[in-house]
C-alpha cells in the first residue's frame, strides 16, 4: 500500500481526477475529453497512467458506454470528495478574503428539522450572517451518498442504513418519536383511544420499504396481529404526505412527533390517540472518518450538542 501511496503523491494530477468524473458523467473517452477539452489519446493516456499507478482496471466496455467497475466506483468517490474540498477550499479562501462566512451544507431527517436543526441554524446565523447555509432534507441512505460525494458537510440522520456505518463518525443525539396522523377534516374516532388494529383496513400513506418508520409501522401492525396496509401511495416528502392527508378524508400517516405538531399547530393535520409499543430509531451527526470538517461545520455540531443536552 505504501509504493502505491508514494507513486500516486508523487504523479497523481488532478486533471486525471477529473478525467475520472467526467467518464463517470458522460459514459464516453469522446464525450469526456470533450468536457475537459482535451484531445481523445490524451485523455486515454491519462487513464492508462492513472490505471498503472494503481495497479487495477477502472472501467469496463457496456453498451451505455464505459462503465466503472467497483474499483472505478472507489476511485470516483474518492475524486469526488478531493474536488469538492478544493472547491471548498477556494471558497472559504475567497470568502475569508471578502469578509463573509463561508458555505454549509447540512443534510437532515425531517423528524430533526423543527426543533433541533433550525434553532440551531438560527444560532449559526446570529453568529455568522455571511455564513451560505444548505439544507437538504431527504432520507438517510440518500443524504448518505451525498455525504460521500462530498456535497455535505453533515448529516442529522442515521448511519445504520449505509452497506457500511463503520465508514462514519456517529454521534448520537436522541429518538424520532413518532404520531399517527389524520387531515385535519378527518371525521373523529368513535373510541377516545385508537389502535393499529382499528385502523388496519384503512388508506395509508406510508414509506419506501428503505425508511425506518416503514419497517417501524410494520412492527406496530404486527404487533396488533394487523396486516400491513396496502397502500397505493407511497413517499418520503413530508410535502407530499401533508398536501395528501389535507385533501382526503379518509387517508392516514404516520409523522415524526415534531412535525406533526408543527402542522397540528396549524390546524392541517391532527393527531390521532394511539400508543406505540415498538421504539423509533435513534438518530444523530454523521460525518465522513476521510476529510477535514469546515470551522462552521464544526461549530454547527457544537450547537446541536448543546441543543439536544438542553432539551434532555
Known amino acids: 500500500m505504501k509504493s502505491t501511496l508514494d507513486v500516486l503523491m508523487a504523479r ?4 486525471q481526477l477529473q478525467l ?7 459514459k464516453s473517452l469522446h464525450k469526456a475529453s470533450s468536457a475537459m477539452a482535451m484531445t481523445q489519446s490524451a485523455a486515454s493516456k491519462a487513464l492508462a497512467e492513472l490505471e498503472s499507478m494503481l495497479e487495477a482496471p477502472l472501467f469496463e466496455r457496456a453498451k451505455s458506454g464505459l462503465v466503472p467497475n467497483q474499483f472505478g466506483h472507489c476511485v470516483i ?21 471578502s469578509g463573509t462566512g463561508g458555505r454549509l451544507a447540512v443534510g437532515a431527517i425531517m423528524g430533526s428539522i423543527p426543533e433541533v436543526v433550525v434553532p440551531v441554524l438560527g444560532q449559526l446565523r446570529e453568529s455568522h450572517p455571511g455564513l451560505a447555509i444548505e439544507i437538504v432534507e431527504d432520507t438517510s441512505a440518500r443524504m448518505l451518498a451525498l455525504l460521500d460525494d462530498g456535497r455535505l458537510d453533515l448529516v442529522v440522520g442515521r448511519s445504520i442504513v449505509s452497506d ?4 462514519y463518525h456517529y454521534h448520537p443525539l436522541g429518538d424520532e418519536p413518532l404520531s399517527v396522523v389524520v387531515g385535519f377534516d378527518h371525521p373523529p374516532f368513535p373510541s377516545s383511544e385508537v389502535t393499529f388494529a382499528d385502523l388496519a383496513g384503512h388508506l395509508w400513506v406510508t414509506y419506501p420499504g428503505t425508511m425506518p418508520m416503514h419497517a417501524l409501522l410494520q412492527r406496530e401492525m404486527d404487533l396488533a396481529g394487523a396486516p400491513m396496509p396496502v397502500s397505493a401511495i407511497s413517499t418520503a416528502s413530508t410535502f407530499v404526505t401533508v398536501a395528501l392527508l389535507r385533501h382526503s378524508a379518509d387517508l392516514v400517516s404516520v409523522l415524526p412527533a415534531a412535525v406533526a405538531s408543527l402542522f397540528c399547530d396549524h390546524r392541517m393535520l391532527r393527531t390521532l390517540p ?25 461549530q454547527f455540531i457544537e450547537c446541536l450538542k448543546e441543543r439536544v443536552s438542553l432539551m434532555a
Open 274 to 298: 394511539v400508543r406505540f409499543k415498538s421504539k423509533s430509531q435513534t438518530y444523530g451527526i454523521v460525518t465522513r472518518k476521510v476529510g477535514v470538517l469546515s470551522p462552521s461545520a464544526r
Open 20 to 26: 475520472l468524473i467526467a467518464l463517470d458523467d458522460h
Open 77 to 97: 468517490r474518492y475524486a469526488r470528495l478531493v474536488a469538492s474540498d478544493l472547491t471548498s477550499l477556494c471558497q472559504e479562501v475567497a470568502d475569508i478574503r
Open 164 to 167: 457500511e456505518p463503520s465508514k
Open 12 to 15: 497523481l494530477r488532478m486533471k
